[in-house]
């Protein structure tokens, strides 16, 4: 489109459906219709670079007033009507259109150029008083509501006192004279909030209303749906002008909505709605109650079939679902809008094989059309959607899927508890970690999407519902207290919704997702034919394993979890956290470990852990038998392995003053304030616990070491590579790096075995990120950290944040999303690719991964396969979606907002 960076108004006829950045959605459809000979009424789109202007200077373009008058005047030329005119009057609607869908977020105005003295022109030229009048109603109506900003209930309910003294049934039995008396309440409302009558210039009701589409592109409702869908805030939304057809004009007349396909199902045929005598919005509001498109045979089939040869031609155009509105007028069939139509998650992976199958698209535009998302949802049990339930509290949906089981209110109880069990807490730490492993799901009063219980539950798919503040929990009478008094007692039986953030008193119903049962290996052969999701997924995962360049391991911790990696097709274990092995039963070893006072204590404690790290590793390498399984060192911050400093004070104070000293306590309390941090996040952790304990690193390398050695034995093919977590810099990981080969040396001269394994870090650290040059040249392989990468880059706690300012940081769109669900691309990102860039020019063969919670996010994952990283690694549960987008990014490009949509 020559010119386009001059100008800001352009006629239907003038772009394509590839202009969406410039006309929006809205108005690269209502060209493209135009373009392929469609009955689309005339008119012209304001360019979504006059919304832009407008937000940022608080004015108008001053070109733009000129623009429109010109366009205007080829529009009433081309009608053979002026606007607003008092004989025969050209209306005009005026509609928004992002680039983006959004609907119902932005706004509509309709049958504008009415006034007091057009309205009777309208009637005269149309034959019918009442349909007049009922359209400037409408206009008022809706004016009022959207550019003056008074509240719709006013007219709403001086429309059903209409009603009531008429005896209507409802606005479309109301007759020519009941709605001029409307018109007049209308007016008066107007004149009561704003002081002012209604604009009877139909220039000034359509500046206005343009002004109104602008503004609405910053409303609350908008804002938060982008936010939602990662829409862009800096888009803006175009501005679509066209000429009035007219729904309202009589029984021969209407308004619907329809798909070319069902875009719940996927299934074939044509689906929607249809009004008579109303105007779009009608359908859309609610107001009556629509017939289903079908009907529409009976009452005017010559439309119908109309309708459906258009809707066939435009699923072919755009070889996708396509979503329409049309107007019947006297019989007449006008195209008003079509766009790629939404569509559930089932839908979009059937109709993405279908289309392929039909020919219609390729293997490439097949996987763009399905997202890792769509696919979660997709994994994730539900609660059977026939249950009628009101639920006794609500919170942030953090982990989805539904959970029904008893509440307990600790670890223990998860764990000893038969059956299926809620975990309850305020909040959890890494103690509460063998409970979320026992329990079906976790409800927290506090946290957000990436407190502790949500990521760690995530991780693991289990259902989540964190931040459920109007919960009173008392863990001490093991009970809470919801919202209304509802009282939940240890024992009694609730359901929590991790997609709706619900939660319920008593069971619900749980329908299983047959996806992930299918990979899991639960669906025989003809259990997938039968379910057409199961064979539209398992078709996909194909085409995306067939493509993707980019590995995907899993982060597992257990044999079970890597017997469940497998199952879910990993390529490897890119994240074995062994201090996770130590929780539960085995922590005192660890803190007697931290507390020992001489070299004699620690061998003690150290040959005890011994054989336990060596029974993990040998189960773990045996799942992963061919697979390389990367295995992190110790790294916990040293106040998940020692008593709370406070609790323990108190307790030895009241035990003085009873005389009942405890010489243990009160010499762990000794150690615990020795060792006590500020900020144990970034204190006595990875490669420093290394190199501070002695001997802690070299037990936990012998035990890999021995096990590959089993394994070995055993006529296995062992894969294990070994990393030293949280390293700052080269010297750190080159002290360790020594210890490591002596160790791998001396058991592999004791066992005569040639044990080998690679040596590398994880960056996790903006200093590592920025020194990864000097790193590579000591490090076989790099792992990003990417969690605490974020932490320290942006310098605050994921625990913390989520509960205090982030909220408001969403709400002001400095986040589109939280940076720990989303990789912050310019920040965290830019340090990934500065290490991957110096890391792999000082060593070509440097096998790079990822392994922080971005590695199973979607837009991640495509950013790491961008930048050239080799694999990500996430949840066992993840790693179907990471292969997916993974599939993804090898044959999409991203667009100029970095979409790949």
Known sequence: MAGTNRRFVFAFNEGDKDHKDLLGGKGAGLAEMTNLGLPVPPGFTIATGACRRYLTDGNMPPELADEIDAHLARLEAERGKRLGSAVDPMLVSVRSGAKFSMPGMMETILDIGLND?????????????????????????????????????????????????????????????????????????????????????????????????????????????????????????????????????????????????????????????????????????????????????????????????????????????????????????????????????????????????????????????????????????????????????????????????????DSASAADTEGKTILVRRETSPDDLPGIIAADGVLTSRGGKTSHAAVVARGMGKTCVVGADGLEIDAEQRQFTAPGGVVVREGDTISIDGTSGCVYAGAIDVVPSPVVEYFEGRLDAEQRRRDPVVQAVSRMMIYADERRRLGVHANADTPDDAKRARRFRADGIGLCRTEHMFLGERRHHVEELILAESAEEQDKVLAELLPMQLGDFVGILAEMDGLPVTIRLIDPPLHEFLPDLTELSVKVALAEARGEVDLGDVRLLRAVRRLHEQNPMLGLRGVRLGLVVPGLVAMQVHAIAEAAAARIRAGDDPRPEIMVPLIGGTEEFELMREEIERVLHDVSEASGIDIRAKIGTMIELPRAALTAGRIAEHAEFFSFGTNDLTQTTWGFSRDDVEGSFFPAYLEKGIFAASPFESLDEEGVGRLVAIAVEEGRAAREDLLIGVCGEHGGDPSSVRFFDRIGLDYVSCSPFRVPIARLEAGRAAVLKPTAEGDTR
């Open 117 to 409: 003295d057009s309205v009777d022109g309208l009637a005269a030229a149309a034959g019918s008083e009442r349909f007049a009048w009922d359209s400037y109603r409408r206009l008022i109506q809706m004016f009022g509501s959207t550019v003056l900003g008074i509240d719709a209930a006013r007219f709403g309910a001086a429309l059903d006192a209409a009603e009531r003294s008429s005896g209507a049934a409802g606005d479309v039995d109301l007759d020519a004279a009941a709605l001029r008396g409307v018109v007049a309440v209308y007016k008066a409302i107007i004149r009561d909030a704003t002081g002012r009558e209604f604009p009877q210039d139909p220039r000034e009701q359509l500046d206005m209303a343009i002004r109104a589409v602008f503004e609405s592109w910053n409303t609350e409702r908008a804002r938060v749906y982008r936010r939602q869908e990662r829409i862009p805030h800096n888009l803006g939304t175009a501005v679509n002008v066209m000429a009035m057809v007219y729904g309202n004009l009589g029984p021969d007349s209407g308004t619907g909505v329809a798909f070319t396909r069902d875009p719940a199902t996927g299934a074939p045929g044509v689906y929607g709605d249809y009004l008579s005598e109303a105007q779009g919005e009608d359908v859309v509001a609610g107001i009556r109650t629509p017939v289903p498109l079908q009907d529409l045979e009976r009452l005017d089939p010559g439309s119908l079939a109309e309708l459906r040869r258009i809707m066939a031609l435009l699923e072919d155009h755009y070889r996708d679902l396509c979503d329409v509105e049309f107007t019947i007028e006297r019989g007449k069939l006008w195209m008003l809008q079509t766009r790629i139509g939404k569509r559930t998650a089932a839908a979009a992976f059937r109709m993405a094989i279908q289309f392929l199958d039909d020919g219609l698209i390729d293997v490439k535009e097949a996987l763009g059309r399905v997202t890792g998302d769509q696919l979660a949802q997709l994994m994730f049990p539900q609660f059977d959607p026939q249950f009628e339930a009101k639920p006794i509290a609500t919170g942030v949906p953090a982990s989805p899927g539904a959970a029904v089981g008893v509440a307990v209110f």
